[in-house]
C-alpha cells in the first residue's frame, strides 16, 4: 500500500506565503476603496441632517435673529422690523410658560433662543423663539402642545429690555402668537403693543396688526433649516 507523501515543509510554507499575501492584497484594495470613494447619499443626507441640527449652537447669534427681518405690512408694503435685542439665557424651562415645560423636557428641547423686534411704526414688539430638537419628529410632538389660532397663552414668554422701548412687554401684554415649523426646529412669537397695555384690557383688537410676525417666524426657520450643499472637507461637517 503506496503511503501519500507529505508536502515538503518549504512547499508549505510557499502556499502560505501566497495565500496571505493574496488576503492582504484583497484586503488593502477593499480599504483602499473604502478611503478614497465619495460619500454616499445616504451619509449625505445624514450629514445634511446633522448640519441643520447644530446649527443653534455653531451659528453666531446674528446670523439666527439678524438685525432687521423683512416683512409685508398691513397695508400691502414692504418693510423692515429692528432687532432690540437677544437673550442671553438659551434654556427651555425659562422661555416658556409653565404649562408647556413639560411638554418641551418630553420632546427632548435642546436650547429656546429668544430675541425681541420693533416694526416699522414702532407700535408692535414682537419676541421670536427658536427652539431646537434632535428630529423633526421631536419639534411637531412639541408643536402639538401650543395652543392654535393665534392665543399667546401659554406660549412663548415676552423678552423685555430695560430703558428700550420693549421695556413694557411682560406676559400681560402679549396679545397675539404664531407657530412655524421646519425639520429640528420650532419657531414661535409672541406679539404685543409697545405701550404693555394688557391684553384683557383690549377691545376687538385688528389680529393684522400683528399678523406681520409670522413673517418674522418664516424668515428665521427658513434661515434655519434649509439645507445647505454638502462641504464633506468643512469643520462643520461629518460625512
Known amino acids: 500500500m503506496s503511503v501519500p507523501r507529505a508536502w515538503p515543509p518549504l512547499v508549505v510554507a510557499s502556499a502560505l506565503t ?3 499575501a493574496v488576503a492582504a492584497g484583497v484586503s488593502a484594495g477593499v480599504a483602499g476603496t ?3 470613494r ?3 447619499a445616504a451619509e449625505i443626507r445624514r450629514a445634511t441632517a446633522e448640519e441643520t441640527a447644530r446649527r443653534w449652537q455653531v451659528w453666531p447669534a446674528g446670523k ?3 438685525a432687521t427681518l423683512p416683512y ?5 408694503g414692504k418693510e423692515s422690523a429692528r432687532r432690540i ?3 442671553s439665557r438659551t434654556d427651555c424651562s425659562a422661555a416658556v410658560d409653565a404649562a408647556l415645560r413639560v411638554t418641551l423636557k418630553a420632546a427632548h428641547c435642546r436650547a429656546v433662543l429668544r430675541a425681541t423686534y420693533l416694526d416699522a411704526l414702532q407700535g408692535v414688539v414682537v419676541t421670536v423663539g427658536v427652539a431646537a430638537f434632535p428630529d423633526q419628529a421631536s419639534a411637531l410632538a412639541a408643536r402639538a402642545a401650543f395652543p392654535q389660532g393665534g392665543v399667546p397663552s401659554p406660549g412663548l414668554r415676552a423678552l423685555a429690555f430695560p430703558q428700550t422701548v420693549a421695556d413694557r412687554f411682560t406676559a400681560a401684554a402679549r396679545q397675539s402668537s404664531s407657530l412655524a415649523q421646519s425639520g429640528p426646529y420650532l419657531v414661535v412669537t409672541t406679539a404685543g403693543q409697545v405701550d404693555g397695555r394688557p391684553a384683557r384690557s383690549v377691545g376687538r383688537q385688528r389680529s393684522t396688526i400683528f399678523a406681520f410676525a409670522s413673517d418674522l417666524a418664516e424668515r428665521v426657520l427658513r434661515t434655519l433649516s434649509v439645507p445647505a450643499r454638502p462641504d464633506c472637507a468643512g469643520k462643520d461637517w461629518q460625512c
Open 18 to 20: 501566497l495565500v496571505c
Open 64 to 66: 439666527i435673529f439678524p
Open 85 to 87: 435685542g437677544i437673550s
Open 34 to 36: 473604502e478611503l478614497t
Open 72 to 76: 409685508v405690512a398691513e397695508q400691502g
Open 38 to 40: 465619495g460619500p454616499s
